[in-house]
């Protein structure tokens, strides 16, 4: 855990809650907090995990649109209750006194009663040229945000490990035109490479080498072997937790396994929100990393409420105590 030293601080900005992080989950906890009068502060980078798609699906009364457009509308509803947005990168925190402090990478400092890190996750690719750069467009890793977009048409399984089979599924379920591309020798056991063969899905042996485009779009995956076409890419990406106040904190990462990969690390808090660490929580994909925008919106929703409920309850505490 990091100490702050009090003589190289600003004199700290006291706030009820500071929010790490202003994407769906944080600017929705912010909002409750906000509308319960609470005095409530978002630290934000501006690098949303979505920031590469061009619409968020699955929201009902929102699908497709823009991740930045649905962001600045948050950001608005939540000034309209007197919450505030900071552009600033929470890099330093530590306990005092019964108050989180936390300190920005440009030298501001904040004390909150409560510290709420919704801080999102990035996403980890398979390191094959070129791939990175279609991320959430050409290249994409779940079915429910982007599959509908790539329908019947020709698409890949970047085959990295025993989740492949299942991925190749859920995509064949929205094209038949599929392919699923060997990327490591041991991505595919003889049995998961058997069953799709006699489903009809096509196995190639890789590794892929690189991405071809024509006028900057993705059309196939260059192997040993030769092209394998593809208007769309799925492959299961690794999430990271953005972690450098949590860190600071103690608050532990834990590996989050899928088929037998680690496929996340993220915080293990519990259902609404809490870590093993007092008056710090954590919610969005910080601790959910596979849930959607619609998802981790309701765990903020959530997550505001019963920090509120937690601020009057020791609100009442401390008249009592005062007689």
């Given at each position: 855990?990091?100490?702050?030293?009090?003589?190289?601080?600003?004199?700290?900005?006291?706030?009820?809650?500071?929010?790490?992080?202003g994407?769906?989950?944080?600017?929705?906890?912010?909002?409750?907090?906000?509308?319960?009068?609470?005095?409530?502060?978002?630290?934000?980078?501006?690098?949303?995990?979505?920031?590469?798609?061009?619409?968020?699906?699955?929201?009902?009364?929102?699908?497709?649109?823009?991740?930045?457009?649905?962001?600045?509308r948050?950001?608005?509803?939540?000034?309209?209750?007197?919450?505030?947005?900071?552009?600033a990168e929470?890099?330093?925190?530590?306990?005092e006194?019964?108050?989180?402090?936390?300190?920005?990478?440009?030298?501001?400092?904040?004390?909150?009663?409560?510290?709420?890190v919704?801080?999102?996750?990035?996403?980890?690719?398979?390191?094959?040229?070129g791939?990175?750069?279609?991320?959430?467009?050409?290249v994409?890793?779940?079915?429910?945000?982007?599959?509908?977009?790539?329908?019947?048409?020709?698409?890949?399984v970047?085959?990295t490990?025993?989740?492949?089979?299942?991925?190749?599924g859920?995509?064949?379920?929205?094209?038949?035109?599929?392919?699923?591309?060997?990327?490591?020798?041991?991505?595919l056991?003889g049995?998961?490479?058997?069953?799709?063969?006699r489903?009809?899905?096509?196995?190639?042996?890789?590794?892929?080498?690189g991405?071809?485009e024509?006028?900057?779009?993705?059309?196939?995956?260059?192997?040993?072997?030769?092209?394998?076409?593809?208007?769309?890419?799925?492959?299961?990406?690794?999430v990271?937790?953005?972690?450098?106040?949590?860190?600071a904190?103690?608050?532990?990462?834990?590996?989050?396994?899928?088929f037998g990969?680690?496929?996340?690390?993220?915080?293990?808090?519990d259902?609404?929100?809490?870590?093993?660490?007092?008056?710090?929580?954590?919610?969005?994909?910080?601790?959910?990393?596979?849930?959607?925008?619609v998802?981790?919106?309701?765990?903020?929703?959530?997550?505001?409420?019963?920090?509120?409920?937690?601020?009057?309850?020791?609100?009442?505490?401390?008249?009592?105590?005062?007689?």
């Amino acid at each position: 855990m990091t100490t702050i030293s009090p003589s190289a601080l600003p004199s700290p900005i006291a706030v009820d809650v500071l929010v790490v992080g202003g994407g769906a989950a944080g600017l929705s906890a912010a909002t409750v907090l906000a509308r319960s009068r609470r005095d409530v502060v978002v630290l934000d980078t501006g690098e949303p995990r979505n920031a590469p798609a061009d619409g968020v699906h699955a929201f009902l009364g929102h699908d497709g649109v823009p991740p930045a457009d649905l962001l600045a509308r948050g950001r608005a509803e939540l000034e309209s209750y007197g919450g505030r947005v900071e552009r600033a990168e929470a890099v330093d925190a530590e306990h005092e006194g019964g108050t989180v402090l936390v300190r920005s990478a440009d030298g501001r400092c904040w004390r909150a009663r409560h510290l709420v890190v919704a801080s999102g996750a990035v996403d980890r690719l398979p390191e094959v040229p070129g791939l990175a750069r279609h991320w959430g467009r050409e290249v994409v890793h779940c079915p429910y945000c982007h599959g509908w977009e790539v329908r019947d048409r020709r698409v890949v399984v970047l085959a990295t490990g025993a989740a492949a089979a299942h991925q190749a599924g859920l995509f064949g379920q929205l094209t038949d035109r599929l392919t699923v591309l060997a990327h490591t020798p041991d991505a595919l056991d003889g049995s998961a490479r058997d069953r799709l063969t006699r489903l009809g899905v096509e196995v190639v042996d890789g590794p892929a080498t690189g991405v071809v485009e024509c006028d900057g779009v993705l059309v196939g995956l260059e192997t040993p072997g030769g092209v394998v076409p593809a208007d769309a890419v799925a492959v299961a990406s690794v999430v990271e937790a953005r972690s450098a106040v949590l860190d600071a904190l103690g608050v532990p990462l834990a590996d989050l396994e899928v088929f037998g990969s680690v496929a996340a690390r993220h915080v293990a808090a519990d259902p609404v929100g809490r870590t093993t660490v007092p008056r710090v929580w954590a919610l969005g994909n910080v601790a959910e990393p596979m849930a959607q925008v619609v998802m981790v919106a309701a765990a903020g929703t959530r997550t505001g409420a019963l920090l509120n409920a937690e601020l009057v309850a020791e609100h009442q505490e401390r008249r009592l105590a005062a007689g």
